[in-house]
């Protein structure tokens, strides 16, 4: 079934030139950007993105790192969109993801992981939502 999730390629990839690495393993695995901006956020902006974690010990760190620099954010649409992009992803530790996955290639350490995509149907409503209006995703390709 076609759907579509929110990916981020967060701001320590960005700053790694890691951007055309990450998008051509979308692109590979079918799932086609259908909206797409750099973006510095704002710190405010990023804790509004992760408000689910805002109880977490490390809300304010993540917080600060994804407003450190700009980020790309993506909406991506294919078959089976969202597990598909958080197996490309990879465990949200680099050093437990498996061998071919971005956070593998890309990330640094549990905090500075290269990439970001919704873990199911009503996170990928919300963040889709969050960054996106309906005229800027581009549908019918
Ligand atoms: P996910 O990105 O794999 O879905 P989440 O548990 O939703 O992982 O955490 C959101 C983000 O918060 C992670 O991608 C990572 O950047 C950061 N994070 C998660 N756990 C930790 C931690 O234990 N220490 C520092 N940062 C963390
Ligand atoms: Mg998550």
Do not use: W
């Not at 089976?80 to 197996?87: G, H, L, Q, S």
Request: aromatic residues 8%; positive net charge; proline residues 6%.
């Amino acid at each position: 079934m076609s759907e579509r999730t929110l990916a981020i390629i967060k701001p320590d990839a960005v700053k790694k030139l890691a951007i055309g690495d990450i998008l051509g393993r979308y692109e590979k695995a079918g799932l086609k950007p259908v909206a797409m901006k750099l973006l510095h956020m704002a710190k405010p902006v990023a804790e509004g993105f992760y408000a689910v974690h805002k109880a977490r010990p490390f809300f304010d760190s993540l917080c600060t790192f994804m407003s450190s620099g700009p980020s790309v954010i993506l909406v991506l649409q294919g078959d089976n969109a969202i597990k598909k992009n958080r197996d490309l992803m990879g465990a949200t530790d680099p050093a437990k993801a498996d061998k071919g996955t971005i956070r593998a290639a890309h990330g640094t350490n549990i905090e500075f992981n290269a990439v970001h995509g919704s873990d199911s149907p009503d996170t990928a409503q919300f963040e889709i939502g969050f960054f996106f209006p309906g005229m800027e995703i581009y549908d019918g390709r």
